[in-house]
């Protein structure tokens, strides 16, 4: 296959076309339930509804990747199992998995199938990432965000497998798919259940001066101002009262975001096969502004021209916005 594969969130059937119509490549999805990393509400498809985006997607062209990135708990996994079934009946291109379970069940009973590593297995060595390919016959793994260019290179050189990157879009720093915050609070688990800060626990209230305050599971995580924007209430990005630091801080990690537009030719170099915008729970403004300045972006590098994407600052979480570890020489 060619590099620069532009792979593109799908948080409902309306952002699936119109990530496509943008120019996607392939778009990832999931179900409406725990078998998926983005378990919200009003997000994710139900099997008629991704039967008829497979429908849609290969008619304009492009490939339909199931995320099945979460891990079953003990004793349920026919969920998992029903989810690839219907997967497989519906014609999806791929599956995004990260239980080894899972991967081996796929491997077994629909084998014409591609397995897609997720993120959320946190395989970042070569000798991870052969254990998948030479087991369950995986064949491209999506990279943790903690992983220099020359690093990435280098596992290239070293797997049997394609590369996947995340190129934009949230900047988490926890490990990937190994959160615990929202379960110490709530009880569920993004692992487990799908979720992180689960709706049913978010409380927002408003004081006097207009000021907006979030809570989850009733413990206050932020406070925004009647002019800043209100982020996304989960634990690691919220802010915090100390004595140290009365005004508030981040505890944990401010939002930023990942911006790696300038570094697409090194990492086109590097070998990388698929470009990973991260956003399912965005709008679809946000995946046709994105999608379509990455499509030309691409498209231009490719041709040997100039990229301009200036307009992606505008569209990014919080702040600020990071190059990450991809822009660092060597492992620090």
Not at 314 to 321: D, F, I, S, Y
């Amino acid at each position: 296959m060619s590099l620069a594969e532009l792979i593109c969130p799908a948080g409902t059937p309306a952002a699936l076309r119109t990530a496509i119509d943008a120019g996607a490549d392939a778009v990832y999805c999931g179900f409406q339930d725990a078998t998926n990393a983005r378990n919200f509400p009003g997000l994710n498809f139900t099997p008629e509804e991704l039967a008829d985006a497979v429908v849609y997607a290969h008619t304009k062209g492009a490939k339909v990747l199931l995320a099945l990135n979460t891990y079953p708990p003990a004793g349920k996994v026919d969920l998992w199992r029903k989810a690839a079934d219907t997967g497989a009946r519906f014609g999806v291109d791929a599956f995004i998995v990260a239980d080894m379970g899972v991967a081996e069940y796929i491997a077994r009973t629909h084998p014409q199938i591609r397995l897609h590593l997720s993120v959320q297995a946190a395989a970042s060595s070569p000798e991870a990432i052969r254990y998948y390919c030479d087991n369950f016959g995986v064949k491209r793994v999506v990279l943790p965000r903690i992983l220099t260019i020359p690093e990435i290179r280098q596992i290239r050189q070293d797997i049997p497998c394609e590369i996947e990157t995340f190129i934009f879009g949230n900047h988490g720093l926890m490990v990937e798919g190994r959160c615990s915050l929202t379960n110490y609070l709530t009880g569920q688990s993004t692992n487990l259940d799908g979720v992180c800060s689960p709706a049913s626990e978010v409380e927002y209230v408003r004081s006097d001066d207009g000021a907006m305050s979030s809570k989850l599971a009733g413990f206050t995580i932020d406070r925004f101002g009647t002019e800043e924007k209100a982020g996304y209430p989960t634990i690691c990005k919220g802010r915090y009262n100390a004595t140290h630091r009365p005004d508030g801080y981040y505890a944990f990690e401010e939002p930023i975001s990942l911006n790696l537009a300038r570094l697409l030719p090194e990492l086109i170099d590097a070998g990388v096969h698929a470009f990973k915008i991260e956003g399912r729970q965005r709008s679809k403004s946000y995946v046709r502004s994105v999608v379509s300045a990455f499509r030309a972006a691409v498209d231009d590098i490719r041709a040997g021209r100039n990229a301009d994407l200036a307009n992606l600052v505008a569209l990014t979480e919080g702040q600020k916005q990071t190059q990450g570890a991809f822009a660092t020489k060597k492992w620090r």
